[in-house]
């Protein structure tokens, strides 16, 4: 057998000019054709494929596989024949050289350019497997490029025939390059359609990688695969999640995990490229979420602008009601404040009276007067604000009263009563001291059965030994002295009077409870029991009990109890309710707002501001315009075409 013809000889039609390169089983020659004078390419078998056992046949496999393969991304077969015993083929002569290249390395190198090139080659590859052809030697040597750059799959020496059934070759392929041959290629076992995967991820992986030493690398030594979900691999350059992920899929060690075709990686490599989600993310709903937004950007602020109206509409309810809850609160704090210090003023008022009543002495010579049920002239004179006025003996005992009393009024002691016993106790001081008023528990009147405030002072003898006890009371009422019951004119603010009782019987203990003692909706000298809960809420705050002393001093700073779900005893309504204690008198002023006062406010605020809802919606309107003008003008430059590039760019191409 003689040996690869020489330059200058003829191959059949063709002259051999130039040896362009050799491979495992033949050699290229740059070849003219005697009559066309057309340039082309020629693989020539070498010598020592021919004289070993099947060679010759796995020359002519070769030529009979490409033949069958017209594909843009697929090197062509001219024709072929045998000259001199020597068969070869003839291509189209490929003048962009092969991706091996360092300038094609370069300029495919971007992930983008490289993303584009191997998705042409996927598809040359998807195109042979459709045919039953696996290639089993995909390498960048093996991919050519024309004047254009559009790559090319050449070289189907080391080509199997897939099964009729698609499964894969059952058979060893002896050959193949290391480091980009896959692991079961490489350990001689079954090839199927993700072995030639394996191939196009190693180039993809080989084209961007950063070090251009990289691709001397896995020519001569088997590459380490990454393990799936690494960030960044040695010597490669910083890609988009997408890239790697899809790279680290088709270069698994084991062929289940790969893409199962060349039409699978084409698509996901297509899908990362316009922004779709790919295959290769699993369940990562997030980034597909993320990509779905990047694509349909009009319709994301359509989205984002419907839900924004839809939170607006549904939080401003509550928004607003929370605001004017809180404004509620702030300002029933200051009136209950407010309002405690003006009854407290009022309360000051009687119990200077009261003093004043004990301090005169016809009052005092009422001691001896004999008949409690004629009302001398001297209460008469001095009762002026009270509703009733009466003069006891320290023992307890009824001398005058004004009004007349009921009949068996005098037969009662009153010695138990918190403003009788409390009193006894105040004239307990340091001779020449004052004797205060002291206003006490309110109580229920035995001549009337009402309700009252009581304000007691004790009177003295001219040896300054206290002898009696002068008492004044005043119904408990909603008008109660300079009060103003109702907060507002419309009405959604109440007041109220609230204190402790007193015992309504000389073997009784003293109430726990709170009572409601002047409200609107009670009548006169009438009160109501607040719950146990709420009574032990308000004494654990504030001061239920009438001090002995200093009832009037006020607290260096008054602060409110607020209760948030006050409920009257009275209208049966849940309120917004502020409490503040009446200086040391134990009673306490409520200033309340009903829940649906609370709501009629809310609603109006709503109406108010659903008369302005248009600026949200003319708001979205504007970023809808504003994220739709972005596409529109890439699609108007899309229409003008590409902008030419600069001279120093076009020389560079």
């Known amino acids: 057998m003689k040996n690869v013809p020489p330059c200058g000889s003829l191959l059949g039609d063709y002259e051999l000019l130039m040896e362009l390169g050799e491979g495992a089983m033949g050699k290229v020659y740059i070849a003219r054709h005697q009559q066309q004078s057309d340039y082309v390419a020629i693989k020539v078998a070498k010598s020592d494929v021919l004289e070993s056992v099947g060679g010759a046949a796995a020359f002519l496999a070769e030529i009979r596989t490409a033949s069958r393969l017209d594909h843009p991304h697929i090197v062509r077969i001219y024709t072929s024949g045998v000259s001199d015993g020597r068969p070869y083929l003839v291509m189209p002569l490929l003048q962009g050289g092969t991706l091996a290249d360092e300038k094609n390395r370069r300029r495919h190198g971007a992930p983008a350019r490289a993303r584009e090139l191997v998705i042409k080659l996927a598809r040359g590859v998807q195109f042979a497997h459709e045919r039953l052809i696996l290639h089993c030697d995909l390498k960048p040597a093996n991919i050519l490029l024309d004047s254009s750059g559009e790559p090319k799959v050449s070289d189907f020496g080391l080509a199997r025939a897939i099964g009729k059934a698609g499964s894969g070759y059952e058979g060893t392929v002896e050959g193949g390059t290391t480091g980009w041959m896959s692991p079961e290629q490489n350990e001689r076992q079954p090839l199927t359609a993700a072995s030639d995967v394996y191939g196009l991820g190693m180039i993809l992986r080989w084209l961007v990688a950063e070090d251009p030493s990289a691709g001397k690398a896995h020519q001569d030594a088997e590459p380490t695969v990454p ?253 109660f002295g300079a009060v103003q019951m109702n907060c507002t004119g419309n009405g959604d603010c109440m007041t109220a009077l609230l204190g402790s009782r007193d015992r309504d019987g000389p073997s009784e203990e003293l109430p726990d409870a709170v009572n409601v003692v002047a409200e609107p909706g009670l009548a006169d000298g009438q009160d109501r029991v607040l719950d146990r809960a709420t009574s032990r809420r308000i004494c654990g705050a504030l001061d239920c009990t009438p001090r002995l002393r200093g009832q009037f001093s006020l607290p260096s700073r008054a602060q409110a109890l607020i209760l948030d779900d006050y409920q009257d005893p009275v209208s049966h309504t849940r309120s917004i309710a502020a409490l503040a204690p009446v200086g040391g008198t134990g009673l306490v002023v409520l200033v309340a707002t009903p829940d649906s006062a609370a709501e009629a406010l809310t609603r109006r605020m709503i109406d108010r501001m659903k008369a302005f809802l248009w600026i949200p919606i003319v708001s979205g309107m504007l970023l809808l315009a504003a994220l739709g003008l972005g596409p529109t003008l890439t699609y108007l430059r899309g229409r003008r075409g590409p902008p030419a590039p600069s001279p120093a760019v076009a020389q560079r191409r």
């Open 227 to 479: 393990s799936c979900g690494a960030r960044r691999w040695p010597g490669t350059r910083r890609l988009a999640w997408e890239l790697r992920t899809i790279i680290d899929k088709a270069t698994q060690p084991l062929p289940a995990q790969r893409y199962q075709s060349a039409a699978e990686f084409a698509g996901d490599l297509e899908r990362s490229r316009d922004g779709r989600p790919i295959q290769a993310e699993g369940r990562r709903p997030w980034r597909r979420t993320v990509k779905w937004v990047r694509r349909h950007r009009l319709a994301t602020a359509g989205v984002i602008q419907a839900l924004l109206l839809l939170l607006y509409i549904g939080l401003m309810p509550i928004s607003v009601m929370r605001e004017i809850r809180s404004t509620i609160r702030e300002r029933n704090a200051f009136a209950a404040v407010a309002q405690a210090g003006a009854v407290m003023n009022e309360l000051r008022s009687f119990a200077t009276r009261v003093e004043a009543v004990a301090a005169a002495a016809d009052v005092r010579r009422l001691l001896s007067h004999r008949d409690v049920y004629d009302p001398p002239p001297a209460l008469v004179e001095q009762r002026a604000g009270f509703d009733n006025l009466a003069v006891f003996e320290l023992d307890g005992t009824l001398r005058a009263r004004y009004p007349r009393p009921a009949t068996g009024y005098t037969n009662y002691n009153f010695a138990y009563r918190d403003y009788f016993r409390t009193v006894q106790q105040l004239a307990e001081r340091p001779p020449g001291a004052a004797a205060h008023a002291y206003v006490s528990r309110v109580f229920y009147s035995r001549t009337d059965g009402s309700l009252h405030i009581g304000f007691a002072a004790p009177f003295f003898d001219d040896d300054d030994h206290p002898i009696g006890v002068i008492l004044g009371t005043t119904v408990a009422r909603s008008t």
